[in-house]
């Protein structure tokens, strides 16, 4: 089979991870993969690695303007007849919207995973209003939808963007590892850590804002890059907490970090279903993070880790922390309990398994 993944960005972040899963899994199979993305970074030099073929189309990442629109599906159009492929898999909202049109206009299968709307809430109101409008519009011409929370199936159907039957909620999974076992693992029992983009959805001001009211001795690890980054580092000048601090920038060995910390924070204001958050469950870390999209199907509050509203104040994360900080088997427990509920339902096993199934359907029905 001949498979096409589509993505406007190759910047590292949640949605290229997925796809990158996913190239990895069809690629296993014995399937002919391409990747057509608009700029080349992580995913695009990860994927050609792994032995997939890389188109670029930097076509797709302009704004929404008609005529570079017009453009990008023709060129789009172009790689669709060249290639021939069975099945097309698009993501991330701009090359979403023009890659479903390509393939209807080719007659090719197409399946769209929407990884957050762009009219969630915590978007601006533009945002909300242009993105519902278009994805209302290119969903009547019917093709499948893969959201990755129930959160934004539901939102969807609220919002009458698409047909409950065109709608397939696939969770977001991750490849199951094996760790240390306790005695040889002891983790530091005074560190957090927010592996995430540096950007104003991410949010990591207020996390920055918690650390002076919490004890001296806890620590955070940030991970991650992004255009906020050097605003948050002079924040933490400003805050007189630069040794408690460490930035990493961008790593390829996101378990060693997460296994040297003792909890996992994200204060989003917007979120689909973050892969940060399930790779800190695999890695048996209770869990911080904000009650917005998909996140209160990974985290089950007050069991694997706490909710905390949207507009939270730094007052209210610093008090979780240290609830759980300061109670040795309540972080141990919610720990154990983040772990089993990764492995319940959360392995990339599970997530496949649900895609391929969607991409039988999807051409066996065309």
Not at 174 to 189: A, D, H, L, M, Y
């Amino acid at each position: 089979m001949q498979i096409i993944y589509v993505i406007t960005k190759a910047e590292r972040g949640g949605a290229q991870l997925h796809v990158l899963n996913l190239i990895q899994h069809q690629l296993k199979q014995g399937h002919n993969v391409f990747l057509l993305c608009g700029t080349e970074g992580f995913l695009t030099e990860k994927a050609t690695v792994l032995g997939a073929q890389v188109i670029l189309c930097p076509e797709i990442i302009h704004p929404i303007h008609p005529l570079h629109d017009i453009k990008a599906l023709f060129v789009i159009r172009q790689h669709l007849r060249r290639l021939a492929p069975n099945l097309v898999h698009a993501h991330s909202s701009k090359a979403g919207i023009l890659t479903r049109l390509a393939c209807y206009i080719e007659k090719i299968p197409c399946v769209f995973t929407a990884h957050g709307w762009a009219f969630s809430e915590g978007a601006s109101l533009g945002q909300r209003l242009l993105g519902k409008a278009l994805e209302k519009w290119i969903a009547r011409l019917g093709q499948s939808i893969i959201t990755v929370s129930e959160y934004d199936r539901q939102l969807a159907i609220s919002k009458k963007v698409a047909k409950p039957s065109q709608l397939f909620t696939i969770h977001n999974g991750i490849e199951s590892i094996t760790f240390p076992s306790q005695s040889e693992n002891v983790r530091p029992k005074n560190t957090l850590i927010m592996v995430a983009r540096f950007a104003k959805p991410k949010n990591p001001k207020l996390l920055l804002e918690a650390m002076p009211l919490l004890p001296k001795n806890v620590h955070c690890i940030l991970v991650g890059d992004g255009p906020s980054q050097s605003q948050c580092k002079k924040l933490t000048t400003k805050l007189n907490i630069e040794s408690r601090i460490e930035f990493t920038g961008e790593s390829d060995n996101i378990p060693a970090l997460l296994g040297s910390a003792s909890i996992f924070i994200l204060l989003s204001h917007h979120e689909g279903l973050p892969l940060a958050i399930i790779e800190a469950m695999r890695s048996g870390l209770p869990v911080v993070a904000s009650d917005v999209g998909g996140i209160p199907e990974l985290v089950e509050d007050g069991v694997t880790g706490f909710l905390v509203p949207r507009y939270a104040k730094p007052k209210t994360v610093a008090s979780l922390v240290l609830k759980i900080l300061n109670d040795s088997e309540l972080l141990e427990d919610m720990g154990k309990a983040a772990r089993k509920r990764y492995l319940m339902h959360f392995t990339e096993k599970i997530m496949l398994d649900k895609i391929n199934n969607v991409y039988q359907n999807v051409i066996d029905n065309y």
